[in-house]
């Protein structure tokens, strides 16, 4: 178990004037607390607090959240209470673990769609502070990587909240590798068959083929190098579970599928991105209707890129995305990044910034409807969009 100095250590990596002290106290009285729980793996229970705690170092959050994630179930679990958190932490940090204990005990159970979508309303709506979704996401997070020692009814009933509700709060968030973390998870116990037989294609694909993405990602470098262009250029597989849910669309079996690869182009400055497009387009036919600029059209949680699919190798579809690395870390870890977008929503109730450096303020839940942003409506952060829940597979792998 990561202990106490690990964990400051962990913080005053990316913040120099955390408070320590605080941080000590707070890991000492989580364990205190917990002292003598266990968790179904037969490890102390405290273990899952501190490894949530440590997620959230890696969002590089600010004192209070990492301080929240180690007590986000002493309310709940233990003899503590709310007073008692705020008499010792203050009311900032009782609030925060309080926002969390009630989400929890929303007890969802979401077998519908529809259901799923009102309690990604309810919960905007009970997180004034969105440092509490993201205490909760983490929660979750370690919750589903430790979900082989749950039972196994259990297993089903967590992973299709969080396919329906965790996974989609999580992307809605701006936060794509905890969104196709917690898909894969999900789909792990929901559909083994599936994500397995995806997994045997790609290492027959390989065989057959070598090694695609490396063939692919020197095309490309060639291609920018001629152009001028200075880039970094990263290939991957999709996930299977995004490969999973494009056959179901489609209604195609993998054989069918053309683009499983995914390729990004990092480039140093918006100019660049539009340049590289170009020199991608020059080489490759661009595939119709799969162009997208979310440069000029940020979409509503930040993000912006240049998407587009061309016809690469043998015909192969290839999907290509193009950004600058400071577009890329917005698209990577959303909210808990996009300070200087999240400021405008935060005019009525000034919140403690949730990174440590100077970052202004991140957007609270209830903030008057009228605010407007070139970047992006408040409300957007409110409304999750409808997403398709996990259904039975239709398509021959
Ligand atoms: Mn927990």
């Known amino acids: 178990m990561i202990d106490a100095d690990d964990l400051v250590a962990l913080v005053q990596n990316y913040n120099p004037k955390t408070d320590c002290d605080l941080i ?91 259901q799923a979508e009102n309690f990604r309303k309810l919960f905007m709506a009970m997180s004034k502070d969105l440092r509490v ?63 397995n037989s995806i997994i045997r294609r790609f290492i027959t694909l390989q065989r057959e083929t070598g090694d695609v993405i490396q063939k692919i990602t020197s095309d490309i470098e060639t ?53 590289a497009l170009g020199a991608v387009h020059q080489r490759w036919r661009a595939v119709p209707g799969r162009f997208k600029d979310y440069i000029s059209q940020p979409k509503s949680n930040g993000y912006r890129s240049l998407h587009t699919t061309v016809s690469g190798r043998d015909g192969k579809r290839v999907e290509v995305q193009i950004r600058t690395q400071e577009m890329h870390d917005v698209a990577e870890a959303g909210v808990a990044h996009i300070g200087p977008i999240a400021t405008v929503f935060a005019q009525r109730t000034p919140l403690p910034s949730i990174r440590p450096s100077g970052f202004p303020t991140l957007p609270s839940a209830s903030i008057p409807k009228k605010t407007t942003t070139s970047f992006s409506k408040p409300s957007s952060l409110r409304c999750m969009p409808t997403r398709s829940s996990v259904s039975r597979p239709k398509v021959m792998l």
């Open 24 to 114: 000590r106290r707070a890991y000492a009285y989580g364990q205190e607390m917990h002292e003598g729980q266990l968790r179904h793996s037969g490890e102390p229970y405290f273990t899952h607090p501190v490894a949530v705690a440590a997620i959230l170092t890696e969002q590089q959050l600010d004192d209070a959240t990492i301080v929240t994630a180690l007590l986000h179930d002493t309310i709940e679990d233990t003899r503590s209470t709310y007073s008692e958190v705020e008499s010792r932490f203050g009311t900032e940090i009782a609030e925060l673990v309080d926002g969390v204990t009630k989400l929890t005990n929303l007890q969802l159970s979401s077998t519908e769609t529809k």
């Open 133 to 195: 979704i993201l205490v909760k996401l983490s929660d979750r997070l370690h919750n589903m990587r430790t979900i082989r020692s749950m039972k196994v009814e259990k297993q089903g009933q967590k992973a299709r909240e969080t396919m329906e509700i965790f996974a989609p709060l999580a992307g809605r968030m701006g936060m794509q590798w905890m969104r196709e973390e917690l898909e894969d998870l999900a789909f792990r116990v929901l559909n083994p068959e599936a994500r």
């Open 223 to 275: 291609e920018l190098d001629k152009a001028g262009i200075e880039a970094s250029v990263l290939g991957r597989a999709k996930k299977p579970y995004s490969i999973w849910r494009k056959m179901e669309e489609k209604e195609i079996g993998f054989s069918r599928l053309s683009d499983i690869y995914g390729f990004r182009i990092i480039v140093n400055t918006e100019a660049d991105c539009y340049a």
